[in-house]
């Protein structure tokens, strides 16, 4: 079974960085994009950044400024670099793959606070 898992959230204050990270493992098939989206506490889940194998990446306006996605393919893991933290970023921040044969695998989410 493909294995999402992500660590680097916490809690910091405004302005402050956070590096999350995100390893796919026991994947059969090669991963197309790699995303990162996020869950505030009665909102509904939304897209925060996306990159595609060999392809662009995609940021939300509320982050593109602020915010840097990136991936290593040799280890199959996606990094978001968020800088310049606001207490509206506070989520969980989920990490989703899509395998070449379009099946998504969601990670279990990592919180990230942040405090004004």
């Known amino acids: 079974q493909v294995q999402l898992v992500e660590s680097g959230g916490g809690l910091v204050q405004a302005g402050g960085s956070l590096r999350l990270s995100c390893k796919v493992s026991?994947?059969?098939?090669?991963?197309?994009?790699m995303g990162w989206y996020r869950q505030a506490p009665g909102k509904q889940r939304e897209l925060v950044a996306t990159v595609t194998k060999n392809g662009p990446t995609n940021l939300a306006n509320s982050v593109k400024e602020r915010f840097t996605i990136s991936r290593d393919y040799a280890v199959d893991t996606v990094y978001l670099q968020m800088n310049s933290l606001k207490p509206e970023d506070t989520a969980v921040y989920y990490c989703k793959a899509i395998m070449w044969t379009g099946t998504e695998y969601w990670g279990q989410g990592t919180q990230v606070t942040v405090s004004s």
């Open positions: 026991k994947n059969k098939f090669p991963i197309t994009t």
